[in-house]
């Protein structure tokens, strides 16, 4: 049992060390970030997603946005698109699961908000389809993904692909790099 645990916790380390080490995700991230405080500063809203675990790091960043993530300030207009249970199976019962962020985006979201997409995959049909419709409408896009080709990868303005095929290991960096975006947030906005 103690070799398991090391080893999960030295893949999680390995994992993030190369993303400390490569320019590239380093400066997707740092993109994500000015592009959310774009979106702040210029009055509009950011909308996460994603399905299960991802479903629950959408939730948790939106939470951080609007509650506060480590210091005391106004709270910053973030949605996630998936915590309303009616509208969720409204939209799922009479326009198909593979609508549920779209319906909401179309309705929600304006030109020039913020829709982040987090998924392991990056193939999940729901975020895919989401992902078009909010570029079809010029709200920019973010995405979160694992090191696997995906179709989001072409598609959103700014990619951020953890370099791991281990969905765990990927949801724990995908939390990393969602906490690291909200801290620069809020020291870029509220001048920390």
Same mark, same amino acid.
């Given at each position: 049992?103690?070799? &398991?645990?090391?080893?999960?916790?030295?893949?999680?380390?390995?994992?993030?060390?190369?993303? #400390? +080490? %490569?320019? /590239?995700?380093? !400066?997707?991230?740092?993109?994500?970030?000015?592009?959310?405080?774009?979106?702040?500063?210029?009055?509009?809203?950011?909308?996460?997603?994603?399905?299960?675990?991802?479903?629950?790091?959408?939730?948790?960043?939106?939470?951080?946005?609007?509650?506060?993530?480590?210091?005391?300030?106004?709270? &910053?207009?973030?949605?996630?698109?998936?915590?309303?249970?009616?509208?969720?199976?409204?939209? #799922? +019962? %009479?326009? /198909?699961?593979? !609508?549920?962020?779209?319906?909401?985006?179309?309705?929600?979201?304006?030109?020039?908000?913020?829709?982040?997409?987090?998924?392991?995959?990056?193939?999940?049909?729901?975020?895919?389809?989401?992902?078009?419709?909010?570029?079809?409408?010029?709200?920019?896009?973010?995405?979160?993904?694992?090191?696997?080709?995906?179709?989001?990868?072409?598609?959103?303005?700014?990619?951020?692909?953890?370099? #791991?095929?281990?969905?765990?290991?990927?949801?724990?960096?995908?939390?990393?790099?969602?906490?690291?975006?909200?801290?620069?947030?809020?020291?870029?906005?509220?001048?920390?």
């Amino acid at each position: 049992m103690k070799t &398991l645990i090391k080893e999960y916790i030295q893949e999680c380390i390995e994992t993030k060390n190369k993303i #400390s +080490n %490569d320019d /590239g995700i380093i !400066n997707n991230i740092s993109t994500a970030a000015d592009l959310i405080i774009n979106t702040f500063k210029n009055g509009g809203t950011v909308f996460t997603a994603g399905n299960g675990g991802s479903a629950a790091d959408a939730q948790h960043m939106a939470g951080e946005f609007v509650s506060k993530f480590a210091i005391e300030r106004r709270g &910053l207009p973030a949605i996630a698109l998936t915590t309303d249970s009616s509208i969720l199976t409204a939209v #799922s +019962n %009479d326009l /198909g699961y593979e !609508n549920i962020f779209v319906r909401q985006i179309q309705t929600l979201a304006k030109q020039g908000d913020v829709f982040i997409a987090i998924s392991t995959s990056g193939t999940s049909p729901n975020i895919v389809n989401a992902v078009n419709t909010a570029k079809s409408s010029n709200i920019y896009t973010i995405g979160l993904t694992g090191k696997t080709a995906a179709p989001i990868d072409k598609i959103c303005d700014c990619i951020i692909k953890v370099p #791991s095929d281990n969905v765990p290991v990927i949801q724990e960096c995908h939390i990393m790099i969602e906490h690291i975006i909200c801290d620069i947030v809020e020291k870029v906005i509220f001048n920390s």
